[in-house]
C-alpha cells in the first residue's frame, strides 16, 4: 500500500474529521469563555477587590544595570494567571452544568406513545383467540 493511499485513509476517516471539528469549534468556545471572563465577569470583581491587579507583583533578582534590564521574578502574572484559569473552569462548569440540566429536561418529557404495528396486532388476536380455544 502507498503511502499516499494510507494517508488518504488516514485524512479522510470520520475521527479524524470529528476531532478536527471538535478542536475547531473548542478554540472558538475557548475564546467566547476569555471574553466572558475578561469583559464580563472580571470587570464586578475588580471593583468588588478595588482594582486588585496581582500582574505588576514581582521579586528583583538583579537590578538593571545601564542598558541591562532587571532580572525579575514575575510570580504576580502567574497568580493573575491561576485567578483567570479558576474562573475561566468555573464559568465552564456552569455553562456544562446548564447544557446538561437542559438535556435532562428533554429526556424527561415524555416519549410519544408507539403505536402497534398492524401484523403485531394481528399476532396478539391470534394468539388471545388461540389461548381462548384451548381454555373453552
Known amino acids: 500500500m502507498s503511502v499516499l493511499k494510507e494517508f ?31 469583559d464580563v465577569i472580571m470587570p464586578p470583581i475588580g471593583v468588588v477587590l478595588g482594582g486588585v491587579d496581582f500582574s505588576n507583583l514581582s521579586i ?3 537590578d ?17 494567571t491561576v485567578i483567570d484559569f479558576t474562573i475561566i473552569a468555573f464559568a465552564m462548569f456552569m455553562a456544562v452544568k446548564a447544557m446538561n440540566t437542559l438535556k435532562k429536561n428533554e429526556a424527561a418529557a415524555p416519549a410519544e406513545p408507539t403505536a402497534i404495528p398492524n401484523q403485531e396486532l394481528l399476532l396478539t388476536e391470534i394468539r388471545d383467540l388461540l389461548r381462548d380455544k384451548k381454555v373453552n
Open 64 to 80: 538593571a544595570i545601564d542598558n541591562k534590564p532587571a532580572v525579575l521574578i514575575s510570580y504576580g502574572k502567574f497568580l493573575q
Open 8 to 38: 488518504k485513509e488516514f485524512a479522510v476517516k470520520g475521527n479524524v474529521v470529528d476531532m478536527a471539528i471538535g478542536i475547531i469549534i473548542g478554540a472558538a468556545f475557548g475564546k467566547i469563555i476569555s471574553s466572558l471572563v475578561a
Open 60 to 62: 528583583v533578582v538583579k
